[in-house]
């Protein structure tokens, strides 16, 4: 148990369903970020929150929409997804990014199957 | 260019030797690292960070820092099976428009007994 909550744990959805992944974090932390993890792929850093901020968007498709009410929840909302978007998504938060050890501790991960 | 490289492995290692990892990283306003382990269908955990240049040690783990040569490894002493996983390099830049945790492929590290 990291202090980083994500749900749902797995999650399938059709190409024109939406859906939204939720995250939310107990460590007063105030930086929140969302990463794909494709298989045989690199963790893919989609987009960065800091106090509430969206601070970084990585080139991520319109279909992915992040939404960050407080600094302690995060959610992900997904619309007319393709299956190549299969993939762990994993929610992380660290203190704050202005401080040198600013680790990153991440929730368990959605399992997501577009079909 | 990838901004965090690491050799993907696998790198195969006898129970009880020691385990060298290795990562380079392209941003020079990098200035924490960090070393994570992932198991299989797990999130990655946090084992070690550093942000001043040389070593640093915490039990059997040894974390090694040289900015100029732009280089971070991670050494494990008396490998166990236990060690097996996939072990995630990440280097964190500090400005604050542009604030983010960049991650490298993993090498996944295989202990034999």
């Known amino acids: 148990e990291t202090g980083v909550t994500q749900t749902p744990r797995h999650l399938v959805m059709g190409m024109t369903n939406k859906k939204s992944l939720k995250c939310e974090q107990h460590?007063?932390?105030?930086?929140m970020y969302w990463y794909k993890q494709s298989a045989k792929k690199p963790l893919e850093l989609m987009f960065v929150y800091n106090f509430k901020e969206q601070t970084e968007n990585n080139s991520v498709p319109s279909r992915f929409s992040p939404e960050c009410p407080n600094s302690s929840h995060l959610f992900l909302h997904l619309h007319t997804l393709q299956p190549e978007d299969s993939a762990l998504y994993l929610c992380?938060?660290?203190?704050?990014?202005?401080?040198?050890?600013?680790?990153?501790?991440f929730g368990q991960g959605t399992r997501l199957t577009v079909v | 260019q990838k901004e965090v490289e690491q050799n993907s492995g696998p790198l195969s290692v006898p129970e009880g030797a020691i385990a060298s990892l290795n990562c380079t990283y392209s941003d020079r306003g990098s200035q924490s690292f960090f070393w994570y382990r992932q198991y299989s269908g797990k999130s990655p955990e946090l084992i070690m960070f550093i942000y001043s240049n040389g070593d640093k040690e915490d039990g059997r783990f040894t974390a090694q820092l040289n900015k100029a040569s732009q280089y971070v490894s991670l050494l494990i002493r008396d490998s166990q099976p236990s060690d097996s996983a996939t072990y995630l390099c990440?280097?964190?830049?500090?400005?604050?428009?542009?604030?983010?945790?960049?991650f490298g492929s993993g090498t996944r590290l295989s202990i034999r007994p």
């Open positions: 990440a280097a964190a830049s500090m400005y604050s428009s542009a604030s983010k945790i960049i």
């Open positions: 460590l007063g932390h105030n930086a």
């Open positions: 992380a938060s660290s203190q704050d990014i202005g401080q040198m050890n600013t680790e990153a501790f």
